[in-house]
Structures are given as structure tokens and as C-alpha cells.
């Protein structure tokens, strides 16, 4: 059974105080009858005390800290497992192909760092645009499946899975900051989104930086009610639709760093290597 950090760190620091003030004292008592410079002495001695037990202190705790920091990193590393393997198979099961999540969760990571996203805010981003279509979960295959257009009732029941993902996503801690993307993905920049009826800047910044991604992907692959658009004419369209449906500013920097982003659409082996955040 392993020792708990603070009261190992607490012990060895008694044992080695203890173990010092009684053999300094014993070793001074003998060593020197003079009592001004035992005096002295006395007062050297603790600060080499202080001195030293500070040192032993700064490597107890930087030992204990760098083994936590390495547990978190596993702790990360195996919820992202977990998450990947989920959304693994809610891309089966939406018949999405080429890993379509962890496509767009990458190519927004990296239009998200162009734009200057840092830290805890891009960590967040990718989570949420991994996440994305969690709300999907809750609709029927007879809607995520379907070859055709959807009729009305089917498309109401379908603008319900951004609420229903933010929903989820609210109920795990580490994710709460994820949720925005899932939440928002569909709103407009002129305000004729869904579910809220954001529109602007008051839609978040990581949904709106994913929506670029998810229009461009939406259109370039083959889904399984609609063939793929030729390349040109994709972009074209996100011109064309830069002002109202996306963020004109975000657009234009996807457009002016497309060969790089579109890079990142190729399976994670033959990827470039993303920088971390």
C-alpha cells in the first residue's frame, strides 16, 4: 500500500529535524566548551539547517508533483481513448466514412492555433469538435441513415442533438468546457441557426472556427444522401456563403491556408505531425 505523498514528505521531514537537532546538539556540547561560540555556532547551524531540510523539501515535492503530472498525463491519455473508440463507433453507425470526427477535429485544432487559440481554450476545441455529433446518439437510425432529404418532422427531431449533446457533455466534468462546440456548431453568422439563433460574435469562437471545417467536410465527402462536391466548387461556395453562414474572417483564413489544412483530412499516419498546444 502506497504511502501517502503529504504524510510521507511530513515524516521524512520530522525524522531528518529530529535526527539533526539531537546529534548537532549532543556533537556541540562536546566539541565546544565556550559558551559565545556555542552560541554561534548554534545559530549557523540552523540556518544550514533551514538551508538544507528547504532543499530536501523543493526535491520531496518536485519528485511527488512530476509523478502526479504523469499520472494526469495517463489519466488524459486513457480518457481520450475512451472518447476516441466512442466516437469511433458513432461515425459507423452515422455511416460516416474516413473517420469523419477525427478528421474535423483535427483540421479545426489547427485552424483554431492559426487563429491564435492557446492552452486550456484549443484543448477544449478539440475535445468539443471530437465530440460534435454526440447529440446524435439520441436520434434514430431511421433519420441518421436516411438516402433522402428529411421531412419536416424528421428535421426538427434532428435540430434537437446539439441541445441534447450539450446536455451531455454538461454532465462530465472535464468536458463542460468542451460543450460549446457541440452546442453551436449549427448557428449562423446572420443569426438563422439553430438552436439558440446566435449570430455573430455572440456565437463562441471554437464553434464558430469548427463550422468552417464541418461545412467544408459535409461537402467534399460523400455522404449517404448526397454524392461529393468537385473541390472547386466547395470553394467557392464557402465564398459565397462567408458573411452569412460562417464567419467571414474565419473563411478567408481557412481559404488562405488550405493546402496545409487540407493535408490534415488524410488518416493521422500520413498526416503532418500536429505541434502540441
Known sequence: MRTNPPLRIAGIYVLVAATWIWCSDRVLGVLVSDADLRMELQTLKGWFFVLVTGAMLFWLIRHDVRRLERSNRRLRAGREQALRVLVTAMDARHQETGHHSERVARMATELARLDGVRGRALDELRLGALLHDIGKLALPDTILTKPGPLDEAERTLMRKHPRIGHELLQQVDFLRGSS????????????????????????PLGARIFSVIDVWDALITER????????????????????????????ELFLKHYAMLKQLAAAPETAPAQRTA
Open 224 to 251: 449517404v444522401y448526397k454524392p461529393a462536391w468537385p473541390e472547386t466548387r466547395v470553394l467557392e461556395y464557402l465564398r459565397e456563403i462567408a458573411g452569412s453562414q460562417l464567419d467571414p474572417r474565419l473563411v
Open 180 to 203: 460549446e462546440v457541440p452546442y453551436s456548431h449549427h448557428e449562423r453568422w446572420d443569426g438563422g441557426g439553430y438552436p439558440q439563433g446566435l449570430c455573430g460574435e455572440e456565437i
